[in-house]
């Protein structure tokens, strides 16, 4: 059975920066395609940052995230990064680490669109307020 669990959350003011980490169980990382979603009060989950299973692992970005989030992956420890730089209020939000439900997804930008059948963490809360 996958288990993915969250950790790195908690409250920041603006400026600040945060690291989540992702440790997964169940599965052998290095075959799936990763990455972080994140739902705000109100709103529909939306992909953050995702990195494909393929020798390639450029990553895929959210435009409102880019320059400012770093995603990496630790494959021999089947962990997930998601490092957060200069946070904004609107990074307020539950953030959510998944993995693709089936191995070998070679798109960073197709993994972060959502998909019920991924693996999910219990997500960790974000709260970027001054």
């Known amino acids: 059975q996958v288990q993915l669990v969250e950790s790195g959350g908690g409250s920041v003011q603006p400026g600040g920066s945060l690291r989540l980490s992702c440790e997964a169980s169940?599965?052998?990382?290095?075959?799936?395609?990763i990455g972080w979603f994140r739902q705000a009060p109100g709103k529909e989950r939306e992909g953050v940052s995702c990195?494909?299973?393929?020798?390639?692992?450029?990553?895929y970005y959210a435009e409102a995230v880019k320059g400012r989030f770093t995603i990496s992956r630790v494959d021999t420890k089947n962990l997930v990064y998601l490092q957060m730089n200069n946070l904004k209020p609107d990074d307020t939000a539950v953030y959510y680490c998944?993995?693709?439900?089936?191995?070998?997804?070679?798109?960073?930008?197709?993994?972060?669109?959502?998909?019920?059948?991924?693996?999910w963490g219990q997500g960790t809360q974000v709260t970027v307020s001054s």
């Open positions: 169940g599965l052998s990382l290095d075959y799936y395609a």
């Open positions: 990195i494909s299973s393929a020798n390639d692992r450029t990553p």
């Open positions: 998944t993995v693709a439900a089936v191995p070998l997804l070679t798109s960073a930008q197709a993994m972060c669109v959502m998909n019920n059948d991924n693996h």
